[in-house]
């Protein structure tokens, strides 16, 4: 894995070159800046599967080109924009996407194996519930980083004079969890299943 985080390294000196605005970059890498060295940190004494370290590496990218275009004027965005005539770039609802998208397979990796839920069906409904106390507490910051910076935070917030973005941020998250859950699960149960046994899992 040291070369994903290599790549994750060097993406991340890439976005912080002429961002758009220095501030909304310090705070969308806020999460790799604090998350990226714990996992460094804990590569031996609790490893990740392959399939949830290369799932963070890739919600990192996204948090990092948000970072540095801002969330609103990411060029893909305005691509997708234009293809499908919507009335604003639809990049921040990818990055909410992938808020309940990959933090709902890093949750169901701990929470299998160090035995925090015994039984999958309650796994998936405790992860969703996770992934939602993430996600409004995520707009919870956006809302005081506003309250803190006045102005300076529009670009951070991201709205495009959306009133419902709040609550269709937590929506993208919670079919970000759903469709993660549904789809990988499986692949998950494998990947987990070649773990050492002394790493605490539960046995899919």
Known sequence: MTLLYAA???ALL???IGPFDRTTWWLEIAPILIGFPVMWLTRHRFRLTTLVYVLIAIHAVILMVGGHWSYARVPAGFWVQD????????????GHLAQGFV???VAREIFLRQGVVNGRRWAAFLITCF????????ELIEWWA????????????GTQGDMWDTQSDMFMAFIGATVALALLSR???RQLSTLPSREGRTRP
């Open 8 to 10: 994750v390294c060097l």
């Open 14 to 16: 890439w976005s912080g």
């Open 83 to 94: 293809w499908f005539a919507l009335s604003r770039n639809p990049y921040d609802k990818l």
């Open 103 to 105: 933090p709902a397979m």
């Open 131 to 138: 992934v939602l106390a993430l996600s409004a507490t995520y």
């Open 146 to 157: 506003a309250l803190a910076l006045g102005q300076g935070a529009d670009e951070f917030l």
């Open 187 to 189: 692949w998950h149960d």
